[in-house]
């Protein structure tokens, strides 16, 4: 397996993005949708901000308030029953709280590498389903409507909303197309029968490990007929966790998608998963091994170490050029031949 | 509020009900979905089944096997690290069990009293998503069609499935409706304005109660518009758990849904709550007290005592004639005038 990784990595770091408002600092950028739009490479990346300075004693959590619209700053008591060990999450008995509140940025460019970033947020949290932040925005291009999913967090859950736009500055919102907790779902490119489908990832509260799901809907808007698709596989590099990552892409022989795997310490990968052309709810091929894995520095350190997690990628001459966040930090580019990740899939019995 | 029990009740029992298997012994015959069928009462009854005897040193946990398209009994061992303190569940660190199995039959009625029901399964659990069972039906009535949703119970999570059928004979299947977890669906009986919509009670992982929400379809088949109605209210009745509970009906007022509330001490009672008629995601009213507790002895006592669990609810001649689980043993029947119920509701600011 080779993978190109661009030598200007990471390509957008969070001391290129300006901050939302006096008082927040920009932690992240990472996670970025991508799409071709007249001509240009079009990213939808997630920044992540935090507010800055503060009393020690506390923690602060930035929520958004829909009444109020605006970002209003919670402040936790460091109490000894709360758990702060992960950098994303402060965990309470009744409630998860995150540590930074995150809004989508368009940011273009010409020729895929050098991105000039709107230097104010596009589209921010506007709803009550999104107090905490809006994050991991997937773009699928179906005609010349760019239909956007995006994970809408709050006290009620993680649910997947929907906007689309015809040009990345007027946006339509859709509301939540997935119930909580859903997150990581990737609309396919095209109808197929008429039908149009979507990978997803349900949380199972008791009974499943997170896996990923297939649903159909007639208008993108409506879901149904869910099927499971894939699990996790114990004791390889997808066993802690999965869910679909790049926006699924038609080849010769089939649907390919590349999906992200994390193993139990936490480490993401990218792995590939290929789908039957007309029945994507049947899996034809699966990698064994990651097409991608951690391995520059910018993907081992940063806020959240050890991930490379694509939200997107374009397939374009035989070559699939992956954007990527790396470490909950910064934004990589990286080129892989079609054929290398061909060649890592093992038939499904 | 005067609830007139039938001086019959329970007027179904478990041991009215022959086992679908032998080897298998009926545990609780409840939760049962109501409708009007060419004159007769109609319930679809949830039927409850663990096997007999066994080796007390294992628990024995019976799971429909999809592939092989049987019954299969599984031992869990007695190990001091499985929580074994709930009757309805076995508890392991990475997967729970339900200790029972369900599966629906049809009763029918004359007077809506005394029940026949059917000598073997209607519907048995037959798909990957039923291994550990199939409960707890709602049926709507759209036209000359009966909309059946019920919780398909698996290792994959617990989804809401859809049947529909003309006769309660002959039954057609529609897959998963809602991904997991989700339970508690109940589809209105009329599209407004074009538009189908259930309520539901998807379960929040990590950041929320389960509350009720509303969603919406063109088909009743695929869902969107993903709306939180009502959430748990701590210190009340209904402080611990929600979920809609009898298929909301047409009153001159909106309409009127009568869900069930446990508290942290899981006492089930029934509550109601009025909905706008024309935009039914607004909440115009809601009791603040139970219309209905449990008060009778088989609703205090059995297998999972203290719970008054209706699925259905036939709303005639200005009394609502309540259908419910009591105790997951056994089906009470209730009637309660519909203007009692309205004078518990206390309108929302």
Redesign the interface.
Known sequence: MTVVRCDQNPIIRPQDIRPSAPGMEVIGVFNAGVARCRGQVVLLVRVAERPTGGDPSVYLTPLYDAEADRIVVHAIPRKPEYDFSDPRVVRTPN??YLTSISHLRVARSDDGIHFAVDPAPTISPAT??ES?GIEDPRITQIGDTYYITYSA???????TALISTDDFATFRR?????????KDVTIFPRAIDGIYYAL?R???????MP?I?I?????L????????LIGTREGLWDGGRIGASAVPFEIEEGWLELYHGADPGNKYCVGALLLDKAKPWQVLARCERPIMSPEAACETEGFFGNVVFPCGALYEDGIVKLYYGASDTSIGYAEIALADIMATLVQTS
């Open positions: 409630r998860n009550a389903y905490y967090i709050s006290e009620y859950g993680i649910c859709h509301g939540n197309i997935f119930h909580p907790d859903n997803h349900p949380s199972c509260s008791h009974y499943g896996d799901w649903a159909e809907s007639a208008d808007l409506r879901w149904g007929n869910h099927r499971r």
